[in-house]
């Protein structure tokens, strides 16, 4: 490429990629100086795309995404998604999967990712996603008033959830909890009928 000032734009170069630079003066015709000592550099990445999700654990999330040409390392940003953006968290890792630990459970967070070329310049930002933590196991079960028919079930609610399923068998029956034994409430309370009088029971809540 030939210019007639001290500055140029190199254009339609691949991402990621390296290239090195020799400048020559010209002087008219076919005269040229000497070459220049060679200068490379490395183009910015593209930000990784097909960010996914997929919620492992009350605590973790796995994200997903494809490889970048020429990314050397990956840096995903993260946040619970009801916070600002100035509690953005990062962690860096050479290729997908990343697996973020230590996260609150039932608990809804915002995810982007960037590359990072080989030197350390960061890509723009990946689309924004979220992701859900699995909320916490109810706890503090206990049957708080029975009649002859019917027992109050009630637990402590659990951080994330929106609903709870209890479901109830015979005591030493060897029969396994089954949907048609079973509740599905809002609420951290529930009234089982139909009992059979003077009968003992076990339950499972989730």
């Given at each position: 490429?030939?210019?007639?000032?001290?500055?140029?734009d190199?254009t339609?170069?691949?991402?990621?990629?390296?290239?090195?630079?020799?400048v020559?003066?010209?002087?008219g015709?076919?005269?040229?100086?000497?070459?220049?000592s060679?200068v490379?550099?490395t183009?910015i990445?593209?930000?990784?795309?097909?960010l996914?999700?997929?919620?492992?654990s009350?605590?973790?999330i796995?994200?997903?995404?494809?490889?970048?040409?020429?990314?050397?390392d990956y840096r995903i940003?993260?946040r619970?998604?009801?916070?600002?953006v100035?509690?953005v968290k990062f962690?860096t890792?050479?290729?997908s999967p990343a697996i973020?630990?230590?996260?609150?459970s039932?608990?809804l967070y915002s995810?982007?990712?960037?590359s990072?070329?080989?030197?350390?310049v960061?890509s723009?930002?990946?689309e924004?996603?979220e992701?859900s933590?699995?909320?916490s196991?109810p706890?503090?079960?206990?049957?708080?008033a029975?009649?002859?028919?019917s027992?109050?079930?009630?637990?402590?609610?659990s951080?994330g959830?929106?609903?709870?399923?209890?479901q109830?068998k015979?005591?030493?029956?060897?029969?396994d909890?089954?949907?048609?034994?079973s509740?599905t409430?809002s609420?951290?309370?529930?009234e089982?009928k139909q009992?059979?009088p003077?009968t003992?029971?076990?339950f499972?809540l989730?």
């Open positions: 490429q030939t210019v007639e000032s001290t500055t140029t190199l339609s170069l691949v991402s990621g990629s390296t290239y090195q630079v020799i020559y003066s010209y002087g015709g076919w005269f040229n100086s000497k070459a220049s060679p490379s550099f183009t990445t593209l930000p990784p795309p097909n996914a999700t997929e919620t492992l009350e605590t973790a796995r994200l997903t995404w494809d490889d970048v040409k020429g990314a050397q940003a993260y619970q998604s009801s916070e600002d100035q509690n962690y890792i050479n290729s973020i630990n230590n996260l609150l039932g608990t995810f982007y990712a960037q990072i070329n080989i030197e350390g960061l723009s930002d990946s924004n996603i992701g933590t699995y909320p196991e706890l503090n079960g206990a049957a708080i029975a009649t002859e028919t027992i109050d079930v009630s637990w402590s609610s951080r959830a929106v609903s709870y399923y209890l109830w015979l005591t030493g029956s060897g029969d909890f089954t949907s048609e034994s509740i409430t609420s951290t309370e529930a089982v009992l059979l003077g003992l029971y076990d499972k989730h």
